[in-house]
């Protein structure tokens, strides 16, 4: 009885998730058009307490089975039913947590070789340690520093307007007006990809941990997020005109592309690996002053003659110890196309039972080949 009755609610709570998520992304939709009219922004809204309505069904729906699988387990259920009522009115971003992390527990899933119990030891009490310590680790958003655009379809072109080349004629009065030069685009060619990864967690981790799995499975979520934008990027950055400079007059190379080489248009940065920038850092002027300078602007909080500097790790735009750097305009250079922002779910596996699968969409293509450079600079491989 109490298990068909569980199928029967949890089976409903999963169509009232497939609406919410169907909902929200028209929704998104909808607030994403740049030409949105006033009838969009009431179909936003009646779409907004449309899912706020199936929130709360979900939330009631959880209750329930809580109920079920407290009554199966022979636990007595709580004073005041479901409803919860006396607890007051929890902030909205509150009970959206504490949605998502009763989804989390939502089903009874096989040991994953992911985050067992072994694994999630630090989370499981048994001292007075509570909450886990992140490792601490530091990562650039490439994302911040190329063209983002919202795609809503599979594939399609983004065009990139050229810099103008032409001038204006002079003419008589009343004359014939000359022949005016057309805008130049260039088309970007884009194609969707789905990128898919797992976050697998076993029962007894959920059952045992005393940290809101929120928090947790969203930041691990989020870092493959991240990793995976940067690691599309700096393919990108590395399809860039290839540029050596020698090590003996390697500042006076640098300067050369930022001055001459790139458009003085281009709105430059550096996007340095640590090796490059360990290098970049270590040089000095005749005066033996260091050329690197302090920048409250910078993503590093260092520019060099003026042009901010990031850092990435090496193996994003090379190998270990080997110094490379792209010395551009990132935004021209780089072209993302996001269809689909981070998502996770509960997904059946044969072997597994089920895992959370966290997935993304998106493209990154090069835009404007001339708007950079991959530069390396020849230096010693530190021993790891």
Known sequence: ??????????????????VINEKTQEMRNLLSNEDATEDDLKKAKSLRSDIAKAEDEVRSLEEDIKLYR?????????????????????????????AFNAYL??????DASGITSSDAAVTIPESIQYNPESEVKTVTDLSQFVQVFNATTA??????????????NTVEELAKNP??????????????????????????????SAVDLTGLVGRNANEQSLNTKNAAISEIL????????????????????????????????????????NW??????????????DSITSPSGKAVSGINVAVVEDDLLGAHGEAH???????????????????????????????????????????????????????????K
């Open 325 to 383: 750097a792209f010395v551009g305009d990132p935004y021209r250079a780089v072209v993302l196309a996001n269809r689909k922002d981070l998502q996770v779910r509960w997904v059946d596996n044969e072997v597994y039972g089920q895992y959370l699968q966290a997935v993304l969409r998106m493209d990154a293509k090069q835009a404007d080949a001339n708007a950079g450079y991959f530069v390396t600079v020849p230096v010693e491989t530190p021993s």
């Open 179 to 208: 022949a005016l030069a057309k805008p130049e685009f260039i088309q970007v060619a884009w194609k969707i990809r789905t990128y898919r990864g797992a976050i697998p967690i076993s029962q007894e981790s959920i059952d045992d």
């Open 280 to 293: 970049l850092d270590t040089l000095k002027d005749k005066n033996g002053r260091y050329l690197l300078q």
């Open 1 to 18: 009885m109490f298990k068909e009755k569980l199928k029967e609610l949890l089976a409903k709570k999963d169509g009232k998730r497939a």
């Open 105 to 110: 527990h939502q089903e009874t899933r096989d």
């Open 238 to 277: 590395k399809t860039f005109t290839a540029k050596t400079v020698d090590a003996s007059k390697a500042i006076d190379d640098l300067k050369k592309i930022w001055n001459v080489d790139l458009d003085v248009a281009y709105n430059k940065m550096i996007i340095a690996s640590q090796s490059f920038f």
């Open 155 to 168: 594939s399609g072109s983004y065009p990139i307007l050229k810099k103008a080349t032409a001038k204006m």
């Open 70 to 98: 407290a009554a199966e387990k022979g636990t007595p259920a709580p004073d005041g039913g479901h409803k919860g009522e006396g607890r007051g009115t929890e902030p909205g971003a509150e009970e959206e947590k504490r």
